[in-house]
């Protein structure tokens, strides 16, 4: 790499470029979001389908593990707690799972 290489901003090559078409909605960029995954990137509803039931997985284990401390502990205020925190993650998930069914496209 020489010296003028280094000197360049990097995004120049970035900010030269054109957008690919008018924005439907202002702030997002190919049109408005619809649907989880979509301002990921992700456009399979498989692919969001498996991301809501990767976080319904690991909250439900990190829940699970908190359930056995707090009952060895006697901690009833706080099992009963992380029970409403399961409650809501499942309720979340059940969200994901009914915005990954009804994804519309970008197009």
């Known amino acids: 790499m020489t010296n ?6 990097p995004w120049d ?4 470029l054109k ?3 008018p924005d439907r909605v202002e702030g997002y960029p190919g049109g408005e979001p619809m649907g989880f995954g ?3 990137g992700v456009r399979s509803a498989r692919v969001a389908f498996g991301f809501a039931i990767y976080a319904l997985v690991l909250v439900s284990t990190l829940v699970l593990i908190g359930a056995v401390v707090f009952i060895r ?3 009833w205020l706080l099992l009963g707690l992380i029970v409403l925190i399961e409650a809501g ?7 994901l799972v009914d915005q ?8």
Do not use: H, I, M
Request: charged share 40%; no cysteine; aromatic share 8%.
């Open 4 to 9: 003028q290489d280094q000197d360049r901003d």
């Open 13 to 16: 090559e970035f900010d030269k």
């Open 19 to 21: 957008p690919a078409g």
């Open 38 to 40: 979509f301002r990921t």
């Open 73 to 75: 502990e006697s901690q």
């Open 89 to 95: 993650s499942v309720l979340a998930f059940l969200g």
């Open 100 to 107: 990954a069914r009804n994804r519309r496209s970008a197009r």
